[in-house]
């Protein structure tokens, strides 16, 4: 981690650090090309910092649209049930948003909390709630962060609302990059994917 999030989790300024480099006390696990210094985790133990027991679990869970605050409530109820039955400390993060828009406010405070190891376990009901499309990456990223994946049920349980919102939002993005946000030919485009949506949607119910 850069010397900036070191000092903090240690609970020190950069220029105690750097004092501290120039003695020969604490010597930065790598430092780049730039000059830019980074330490370990090993480092941390060293101030008694990485124990589990001082950082949270987080249960995060989202919906797709705002029609569906019904669910993420019950959502929320059902993993908070869980992680008290697990004696877990935690929070939770809520988001409203498609599984393929990774622009959310949950969850890009998700990974900050990650990336700066503040959390050890993130727990969720289904595994698409976290996102729909590159998960192995968000994964990684966990691994890397020392951060546990929790999934409540592994079974796969999609709602055809949902589907359809992530597929309209995918189409979306590459009609605009296209035909260019404002085009005649985007919104049409659009629109006839969300009748075409909507009718089928009429038909199953």
């Given at each position: 981690m850069s010397i900036g999030k070191f000092a903090k989790r240690i609970g020190v300024n950069i220029v105690t650090l750097r004092r501290m480099e120039a003695r020969g006390e604490l010597i930065p696990a790598h430092v780049s090309s730039g000059g830019t210094r980074y330490y370990?985790?090993?480092q941390l133990k060293q101030f008694g910092k990485t124990s589990d027991m001082q950082k949270l679990t987080i249960g995060y869970c989202r919906v797709s649209t705002p029609s569906q605050k019904g669910d993420l409530e019950n959502q929320v109820i059902?993993?908070?049930?869980y992680m008290?039955?697990?004696g877990y400390q935690f929070e939770i993060i809520e988001d409203i948003g498609?599984?393929?828009d990774y622009n959310k406010k949950g969850l890009k405070q998700l990974i900050d909390k990650i990336n700066n190891?503040?959390?050890?376990r993130i727990v969720m009901l289904y595994k698409d709630r976290l996102i729909r499309f590159g998960f192995d990456l968000i994964e990684y990223i966990c691994h890397i962060n020392?951060?546990?994946?929790e999934i409540i049920d592994h079974t796969e349980k999609v709602k055809d609302e949902e589907l359809r919102d992530d597929l309209i939002q995918i189409i979306t993005v590459f009609a605009n990059r296209l035909y260019g946000q404002r085009s005649?030919?985007?919104k049409r485009l659009i629109d006839e994917i969300k009748n075409n949506a909507n009718s089928g949607k009429d038909k199953s119910d």
């Open positions: 370990s985790i090993e059902y993993v908070k049930s008290i039955a697990k498609s599984g393929v190891q503040e959390i050890s020392g951060v546990e994946l005649k030919k985007t």
